[in-house]
């Protein structure tokens, strides 16, 4: 008989135990992450965590398994007074013989009420019911890039795009159009101001963050694809295996027919999330990341800071490889991945000064700043006059913490500025438009006439077409564009 309660005991504390850690892991995603995307996390099953950071991983496991073993003990204590197992602390009558016999049914309640929790604060339900209901939306909206007529200048122009990790217009203060009292990105808001920056307000403003472009890859590929990233859940389309979207025409597809370098220099380890694929595979870019700068001898092979190298060594980077590729006979892309401003708190360097008192603060300062500096570096030098330069933000901040007081009406948006275009707008602002809209109006910006001005889900900003936004609303677009699509899988995930 006693062996039989140890081990209704034993199986009874590992679900309470497995309850707890599912209970713990949604706590923990709730105070990591401003904004939990299930796509996102499908996405990262199926593709390469290689060169992730090992330092969020690895406090989440032990968040996860620390208080999650000391509720279980707690839970397993209580247990075992109230159901009369402690001899010195008996408790005895009904109550107690009925709890001592159904140690797991109780603690399959636990288990079930942690799945329940887990389900509804990741918005599973919400996930699964969008994703099975049958979308026309590709159908009807989609324009194959690889389809579309397109002319290029006769001198065709350089291109420099610098996506800035997690940076969003609500960093400004709210005198300039943001949410701070003081201005976290001043350099970078007089570069939009000064230039130009699509937006959807008079003001400084950006894209609105739809579904399946809310992290790095999926933010990078939006905006150069004119697609958000979708994640079947049966699929394998963003793996080694079966390849990266091969449905896809790319603005690396466009650039590299057309004959650029195309060069992508990044501070962490490019497989990370399969991003190497989808640059090799569309516009065959040559990749910079951390361990090939190694390899080049660029950098100690033991180097490692933050996610493998600091901004401030990837903008020394770029000056040299600006140089290098401005002396080739072809025009060149260089993109550029910044992660000094990366959740959680990003990377203090020394570069960034104490002019807060909030870390992420002074980093996002100490970023604004830096981006400015290479910029102005690129404006003294003599391929700039041929050269466009387009700064993006890859996504919005995933910090809660930083954006607890942000006013829930106002519309977040994705930075964006766009310096020495081939071509001025129509109109720049009071625009409603997402990611993916950045698609055509980079290749606008070079100079090149879009026979429609439509390339993907994407609109030309610097036309008067109206973007998918504008025509259906971001509300109803967001929804018909995450739903069920065959198209999509079958056309751009090439799912046969």
């Not at 996506?163 to 960093?171: I, K, M, Q, V």
């Not at 018909?480 to 090439?494: F, R, T």
Request: hydrophobic fraction near 35%.
């Amino acid at each position: 008989m006693k062996q039989k309660i140890s081990k209704k005991t034993g199986a009874a504390s590992l679900i309470l135990f497995f309850a707890n850690v599912v209970f713990f892991l949604t706590i923990w995603l709730l105070s990591q992450y401003d904004s939990i995307c299930f796509d996102q996390f499908l996405y990262q099953i199926k593709s390469s965590a290689k060169g992730s950071d090992n330092i969020l991983i690895l406090s989440g496991f032990l968040y996860m398994g620390g208080f999650g073993g000391l509720l279980t003990a707690a839970e397993i204590f209580l247990f075992c007074l109230f159901s009369g197992k402690i001899p010195k602390l008996k408790f005895s009558g009904k109550f107690s013989k009925f709890l001592s016999k159904r140690a797991i049914p109780l603690a399959l309640v636990f288990l079930a009420l942690s799945v329940v929790f887990f389900v509804d604060r990741i918005n599973i339900i919400t996930y699964a019911k969008t994703a099975t209901t049958k979308t026309q939306f590709f159908e009807e909206n989609y324009v194959n890039p690889a389809e579309v007529k397109l002319k290029f200048p006769e001198k065709k122009r350089n291109l420099i795009c610098i996506f800035a990790e997690s940076t969003e217009n609500s960093y400004a203060s709210r005198s300039d159009g943001g949410q701070f009292n003081d201005n976290y990105i001043p350099e970078l808001t007089d570069l939009a101001n000064q230039n130009i920056n699509f937006s959807n307000t008079e003001g400084l403003g950006g894209a609105f963050s739809y579904d399946g472009t809310t992290w790095t890859a999926a933010g990078l590929v939006s905006a150069t694809s004119g697609v958000t990233v979708k994640v079947p859940v049966m699929t394998g389309a963003y793996n080694r295996i079966n390849g990266y979207m091969h449905g896809v025409y790319t603005l690396g597809d466009i650039l590299n027919k057309n004959g650029y370098n195309q060069e992508i220099i990044m501070g962490s380890d490019s497989e990370f999330a399969n991003r190497d694929l989808y640059f090799k595979q569309h516009g065959n870019y040559e990749i910079l990341d951390v361990n090939e700068i190694k390899k080049q001898g660029r950098l100690p092979k033991n180097y490692n800071e933050w996610w493998g190298f600091e901004d401030s060594k990837l903008f020394q980077y770029a000056k040299e490889e600006c140089i290098k590729l401005s002396k080739e006979d072809k025009p060149f892309n260089l993109t550029l991945l910044t992660a000094d401003t990366h959740f959680p708190n990003g990377y203090v360097c020394p570069k960034c000064k104490d002019e807060f008192d909030n870390r992420y603060s002074n980093v996002l300062r100490c970023s604004s700043s830096q981006i400015s500096e290479f910029v102005e570096w690129v404006k003294t030098q003599p391929f700039y006059q041929n050269t466009t330069i387009i700064i993006l933000g890859d996504h919005l901040t995933m910090d809660p913490k930083f954006m607890k007081n942000v006013d829930k009406d106002y519309k977040r948006t994705v930075y964006n500025c766009i310096i020495n275009s081939a071509v001025e707008p129509i109109n720049e602002k009071q625009r409603s438009f997402g990611s993916f809209d950045l698609y055509p109006t980079t290749v606008a910006a070079l100079g090149v006439e879009i026979e429609g001005d439509r390339l993907g889900l994407g609109t030309n900003l610097f036309s008067n077409e109206q973007t998918l936004t504008e025509k259906y609303g971001f509300q109803k677009a967001n929804k018909l564009i995450a739903g069920k699509s065959d198209y999509y899988n079958k056309e751009i995930l090439d799912m046969k």
